[in-house]
């Protein structure tokens, strides 16, 4: 992996609302080095959302630069196809959300398995063990999503979005349909994930004290980073 | 590993109800498709049969309407015309005639015949000639009479079973006061025979009093002969009716045909309202995993994945709405022919559909093109959803 996972110059997304025009991201220039856990906060609005789907290929930029170790991916409003777009985000993109978005009717391990029908990176079916380990859900494996609590949902949705070996997790409020005690726990994983298996981590919290779990803090204000 | 058929058919569990009425919905057009398909073939061939096994090609009658001839002689209803003997003589010396037998029918009223009564049809046959033209006729007991003045009769499987008769019992004719002595019982042949009671056609014209006259004339002609010929000639006679059963098949086909038409009818909207039925289905459930689809995509489906997804899941309906619906096929195939005989001018004697592997192959295929064609429209719908729209409409 080259030194920068995902590199941003002058990154800017205008929504049109009408006539009004929302710079959610401003001219948003960053780097985050492989290996990295970065937590990004600021106040509701401020477009932390927007910035970590455009730095996750979920959305396009309307202007700048994004390179994703070290390819192309968007130039000045040009951007790859929207397979190879998928390409990239299955190859080195993991995504967690505030909800979990588990299939009901599928078991906690049939839902980690789920991406291996899509896309099956190289000796990755041994990560369904160790993630069900490394995560305290081996005895919930063939449960289905409803007979689990919100920490352990949200967990079997970080095992199966790391079932491919991802370079980047990017987590947009993980914990925001939990409480304090799971938040934390999800915390503790994250950040093992990061310091044993190198995990480079993009995690948006309103927590602060998840958010110090980080290495890095960024703050957004008004789409714009805040010294 | 989990496969996609596995995803798709346990995405159909999610919504139990809604999954099972819909396969109902495409059991059912399946079940009209399998029978309208059984019901041509069936007709066709119960038709067909009838009609070889009258034993003659033409028929002469007295003069009337083609229509009630043909329904005359074959469903043996009332309003008899009669013609004279010596037609027999004139048909016989014509080159093409291998045989001729003539008939006489005469139908009475029976008050103790079942609850309220029923209808008896007698025909009188030619002892020489009518058993050699119906030689595919078996018996069960005894056999034909012989004398052509005999008190005898010869009763169809089904008349011997109403009357309650063996061979050597004896038979009364209402109004006639006459007892004759039944001397044959023929075996079960699936036509018309087997609710007739044969005499010779000498004693109905003396019992019923109509000496020298017939009802019909059967004729059969020589294989090489030119059939279309003869009949020609034969319409040269004065006051008979020629009535060809090969033109009388086509008559009652093309009568069946606008009962066909109906039927199809309604089969194509029972095949369009199951499409309706699932393409719904589909899209709602499309609709209502809408986020969920734009997480598969984030965890790596290409669009060509979820469309796939999607189309299995309607395939997989109409499957099992296919199976459904043959088996009802199978099951309810004497409610369904009940009901399409009343829809029917004519129905013949024996099966009205025929279901055969031949026919559930197409069945089932029907099917699942309906499932191929209306899956297409919400696998497409579904294949468009970007990753980022499901996030979006978290509504946070
Ligand atoms: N699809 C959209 N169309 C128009 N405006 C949008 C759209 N999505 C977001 N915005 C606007 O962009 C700005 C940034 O939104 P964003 O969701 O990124 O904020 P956020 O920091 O994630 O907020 P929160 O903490 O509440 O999740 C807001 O003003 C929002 O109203
Ligand atoms: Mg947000």
Redesign the pocket.
């Known amino acids: 992996m080259n030194e920068n996972a995902i590199s941003a110059e002058n990154l800017t997304k205008i929504?049109t609302?009408g006539i009004e025009q929302?710079h959610?991201v401003d001219h948003i220039s960053l780097d985050i080095r492989a290996g990295e856990f970065v937590s990004v906060v600021?106040?509701?609005?401020?477009?932390?959302?927007?910035?970590i789907n455009v730095l996750g290929c979920l959305d396009n930029p309307t202007a700048g630069i994004l390179t994703i170790d070290g390819r192309a991916v968007f130039t000045d409003g040009r951007s790859l196809s929207e397979r190879q777009l998928t390409r990239i985000r299955r190859e080195l993109f993991g995504y967690i959300f505030q909800k979990f978005y588990l299939i009901p009717t599928l078991t906690v391990e049939e839902n980690i398995m789920l991406p291996f029908t899509f896309f099956r990176k190289d000796g990755a079916s041994e990560n369904v063990s160790r993630l069900l380990h490394l995560l305290g859900i081996e005895r919930r494996k063939n449960h289905l999503p409803g007979q689990l609590s919100g920490g352990e949902m949200q967990r079997v949705a970080i095992a199966r979005a790391l079932v491919n070996n991802p370079r980047i997790l990017l987590a947009d409020?993980p914990t925001g349909n939990l409480d304090t005690a799971r938040s934390e726990e999800i915390g503790q994983t994250l950040t093992e994930l990061n310091q044993k298996q190198g995990l480079t981590i993009i995690l948006?919290t309103?927590n602060p004290s998840l958010a110090q779990t980080a290495q890095r803090t960024i703050t957004?204000h008004d789409?714009k980073i805040k010294k | 590993m989990i496969s996609i058929y596995k995803v798709s058919f346990k995405n159909l569990l999610r919504k139990r109800t809604r999954t099972i009425l819909t396969i109902f919905g495409i059991a059912l057009s399946a079940w009209v498709l399998a029978s309208l398909l059984g019901f041509n073939k069936g007709y066709e061939a119960s038709l067909s049969r009838d009609i070889d096994n009258m034993g003659f090609q033409v028929l002469l009658t007295a003069k009337g309407c083609p229509y009630e001839a043909a329904t005359l002689m074959l469903k043996g209803g009332t309003g008899l015309r009669y013609m004279r003997e010596d037609v027999v003589q004139q048909v016989t010396g014509e080159p093409e005639v291998e045989r001729v037998t003539p008939m006489l029918m005469q139908v009475v009223f029976d008050p103790n015949k079942g609850e309220s009564g029923g209808i008896s049809a007698y025909l009188g046959v030619d002892p020489v000639t009518f058993p050699k033209m119906k030689s595919f006729l078996e018996f069960r007991q005894g056999g034909w009479f012989t004398d052509p003045d005999a008190m005898e009769v010869v009763m169809g499987y089904e008349a011997a079973e109403l009357e309650q008769r063996e061979a050597g019992d004896m038979l009364l004719i209402p109004e006639k006061e006459v007892e004759l002595k039944v001397v044959g019982i023929l075996k079960r042949s699936g036509t018309q025979d087997d609710g007739t009671i044969f005499m010779p056609v000498r004693t109905v014209q003396t019992l019923f009093n109509k000496p020298g006259e017939l009802t019909g004339l059967g004729i059969k002609v020589k294989q090489d002969a030119d059939i279309v010929a003869f009949e020609e000639k034969l319409y040269g006679l004065p006051d008979v009716q020629v009535v060809s059963l090969a033109q009388v098949k086509q008559t009652i086909m093309n009568l069946v045909s606008t009962a066909r038409i109906m039927v199809f009818s309604i089969a194509i909207i029972a095949v369009l309202i199951a499409m309706v039925g699932v393409i719904n289905t589909i899209l709602m459930s499309v609709f209502e995993r809408f986020q969920e689809i734009g997480i598969l995509k984030s965890i790596g489906a290409m669009p060509w994945d979820i469309f796939k997804l999607i189309w299995i899941e309607t395939v997989i309906l109409c499957f099992m709405g296919g199976v459904v619906g043959t088996a009802m096929a199978f099951g309810l195939s004497k409610i369904t022919e009940v009901l399409i005989r009343n829809l029917l001018p004519y129905a013949p004697t024996g099966s009205l559909i025929q279901l055969d592997a031949r026919l559930v192959i197409m069945t089932m295929i029907s099917v699942l093109l309906i499932g191929v064609v209306s899956g297409m429209y919400p696998a497409w719908k579904a294949a468009r959803i970007r990753p980022l729209e499901s996030i979006?409409s978290e509504g946070?």
Not at chain 1, 42 to 51: D, N
């Open positions: 929504y609302r929302v959610a600021g106040p509701s609005g401020s477009g932390k959302t927007t910035l409020e948006v309103h957004i789409g | 979006r946070n």
